[in-house]
């Protein structure tokens, strides 16, 4: 059973940072497609950020201020926030494989300006 639990959550200032965790248990972690994405308040859900094996990929809104990145040992996968705008308010979901694959609950993600 794949699990993706998402932590690292919370309430920041504009120009903060946060850094996001996602504990992925039941897939061969280390040689698949893992994610970020969020959803804001009235949006619809959006990409942030991917990685596959080496190789990352940033939605333009997030470039130069978030690094997505992975521990393989741990099954762990991180998303670090810098320069947190209040744009940036949204539930933040760990996703594997893929919008048709496996999501977390979510962990809220608020910037006060």
């Known amino acids: 059973q794949v699990q993706l639990v998402e932590s690292g959550g919370g309430l920041v200032q504009a120009g903060g940072s946060l850094r996001l965790s996602c504990a992925a248990s039941?897939?061969?972690?280390?040689?698949?497609?893992m994610g970020w994405y969020r959803q804001g308040p009235g949006k619809q859900r959006e990409l942030v950020a991917s990685?596959?094996?080496?190789?990352?990929n940033y939605a333009d809104s997030v470039k130069g201020r978030f690094t997505i990145s992975r521990d393989n040992a741990k099954n762990t996968l991180y998303l670090q926030m810098n320069n947190l705008k209040s744009e940036d308010t949204a539930v933040y979901y760990c996703?594997?494989?893929?919008?048709?694959?496996?999501w977390g609950q979510g962990t809220q993600v608020t910037v006060s300006s």
């Open positions: 996703n594997a494989f893929g919008r048709g694959g496996y």
């Open positions: 039941g897939i061969i972690f280390s040689f698949n497609t």
């Open positions: 990685i596959t094996g080496g190789s990352t």
